[in-house]
């Protein structure tokens, strides 16, 4: 009953005031809504990180499952038992996953939002003046991210492939091997973990896979490392957890 009054409710501003073309992008309007519900139901049930829509693993899940379907389909032209999914979660968890871990920094997100809404009240915005907004007033191209998740059914399957040290006369580096075997890059946060028990988290930006799908991470290191694991909190909709860690053999 509380998920679908905040829902309905939401449809007041998008896309009453904010008018969007359901019939063509209904990701516009149900997936805002359905973002903004994500966090009116934090609220409401005094949750610190969404359980079911916005969490990270749940998209992962469906993800791998090789059903999903591009959120930019017309509703009619969406198989309805994923509408669901194409139109409501999947823009709702990409929005909470820009928001809360790829900008990492709800300020500027909001402040562009806000903006977005600001320019296009009363007015008939496309997916491309939304994109257009956001990325004007953050300062940031966000294009890949566009393209991977809203376009497209790329996933996110990011690894740690191996590590080497290299000692010269400097000192010790890690040289860590990444890759991005799915089409949709992150940015990447590591975790090193030291032989004293020490660990670093490192946030390495998505500008990385601009050359290609592997990367060579190196790094300073004060001993040596003995784990690396790739996005330690989960944040990120990794579709294979299995190569996100190495472990020294
Ligand atoms: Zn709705």
Same mark, same amino acid.
């Given at each position: 009953?509380?998920?679908?009054?905040? @829902?309905?409710?939401?449809?007041?501003? +998008?896309?009453?005031?904010?008018?969007?073309?359901?019939?063509?992008?209904?990701?516009?309007?149900?997936?805002?809504?359905?973002?903004?519900?994500?966090?009116?139901?934090?609220?409401?049930?005094?949750?610190?990180?969404? %359980?079911?829509?916005?969490?990270?693993?749940?998209?992962?899940? +469906?993800?791998?499952?090789?059903?999903?379907?591009?959120?930019?389909?017309?509703?009619?032209?969406?198989?309805?038992?994923?509408?669901?999914?194409?139109?409501?979660?999947?823009?709702?968890?990409?929005?909470?996953?820009?928001?809360? @871990?790829?900008?990492?920094?709800?300020?500027?997100?909001?402040?562009?939002?806000?903006?977005?809404?600001?320019?296009?009240?009363?007015?008939?915005?496309?997916?491309?003046?939304?994109?257009?907004?956001?990325?004007?007033?953050?300062?940031?191209?966000?294009?890949? +991210?566009?393209?991977?998740?809203?376009?497209?059914? !790329?996933?996110? !399957?990011?690894?740690?492939?191996?590590? %080497?040290?290299?000692?010269?006369?400097?000192?010790?580096?890690?040289?860590?091997?990444?890759?991005?075997?799915?089409?949709?890059?992150?940015?990447?946060?590591?975790?090193?973990?030291?032989?004293?028990?020490?660990?670093?988290?490192?946030?390495?930006?998505?500008?990385?896979?601009?050359?290609?799908?592997?990367?060579?991470?190196?790094?300073?290191?004060?001993?040596?490392?003995?784990?690396?694991?790739?996005?330690?909190?989960?944040?990120?909709?990794?579709?294979?957890?299995?190569?996100?860690?190495?472990?020294?053999?």
């Amino acid at each position: 009953m509380f998920g679908v009054t905040t @829902h309905e409710l939401g449809h007041e501003w +998008f896309p009453m005031v904010v008018g969007s073309n359901e019939r063509l992008y209904a990701w516009m309007d149900e997936g805002f809504n359905t973002f903004i519900n994500i966090y009116s139901t934090l609220a409401f049930y005094s949750d610190t990180a969404p %359980r079911d829509r916005g969490n990270a693993i749940q998209w992962a899940r +469906f993800a791998a499952s090789g059903l999903d379907v591009p959120s930019m389909l017309p509703a009619d032209r969406v198989p309805p038992p994923l509408l669901g999914q194409a139109e409501y979660n999947k823009p709702a968890t990409g929005l909470y996953l820009l928001r809360e @871990h790829i900008l990492a920094d709800t300020a500027r997100f909001d402040a562009a939002f806000r903006e977005y809404i600001r320019r296009w009240a009363y007015k008939h915005p496309t997916p491309a003046d939304f994109f257009r907004s956001m990325e004007d007033r953050l300062g940031e191209d966000l294009s890949w +991210f566009w393209r991977g998740w809203f376009y497209r059914t !790329d996933v996110v !399957d990011l690894a740690v492939d191996s590590v %080497r040290a290299r000692t010269d006369s400097t000192g010790t580096s890690a040289l860590v091997y990444l890759s991005s075997p799915g089409a949709l890059p992150m940015p990447v946060d590591l975790r090193l973990t030291y032989a004293n028990g020490a660990t670093e988290d490192v946030r390495l930006p998505v500008e990385i896979w601009y050359l290609g799908n592997r990367y060579t991470y190196q790094r300073k290191v004060p001993t040596e490392v003995v784990k690396v694991e790739i996005d330690p909190k989960q944040n990120f909709p990794d579709v294979r957890r299995g190569n996100n860690t190495w472990m020294k053999p």
